[in-house]
């Protein structure tokens, strides 16, 4: 069992930054991979981006390639998701979630329905 908590939310105008942090408790964290997700008022759940359990590869979403970045710290169970160069369109609840396993490709792990645990989410705005 994993239990993930996000942080880091908030208003920011465009341009600016953020950066949200999911923290996980729970046995093995260090075992999973973890993805980042956003969900804006009627649309669907959008993949942002993911990290493979060791940290050793990444995938992001095309329109936040070069803005954001995700790390992980598996010392501190922690996964970040630096935000940069913000638009209003980034604006949404912001999710991570995690999922146990090696298998690893963009296909699979931009699928929420790829993933085994989930926090309850953290608002994005971004608007001047």
């Known amino acids: 069992q994993v239990q993930l908590v996000e942080s880091g939310g908030g208003l920011v105008e465009p341009g600016g930054s953020l950066r949200l942090s999911c923290a996980a408790s729970?046995?093995?964290?260090?075992?999973?991979?973890v993805g980042w997700f956003r969900q804006a008022p009627g649309n669907e759940r959008e993949f942002v981006a993911a990290?493979?359990?060791?940290?050793?590869?990444?995938y992001y979403q095309g329109s936040v390639k070069g803005r954001f970045t995700i790390s992980r710290d598996n010392a501190k169970n922690t996964v970040s998701l630096q935000m940069n160069s913000l638009k209003p369109e980034d604006t949404a609840v912001y999710y991570c979630?995690?999922?146990?396993?090696?298998?690893?490709?963009?296909?699979?792990?931009?699928?929420?329905?790829?993933?085994?645990?989930w926090g309850q989410g953290t608002q994005v705005a971004v608007s001047s």
């Open positions: 729970g046995r093995d964290f260090s075992h999973y991979h």
């Open positions: 990290i493979y359990w060791s940290g050793g590869s990444i």
């Open positions: 979630a995690a999922r146990r396993g090696t298998l690893w490709s963009y296909s699979l792990l931009s699928n929420p329905g790829g993933y085994d645990y």
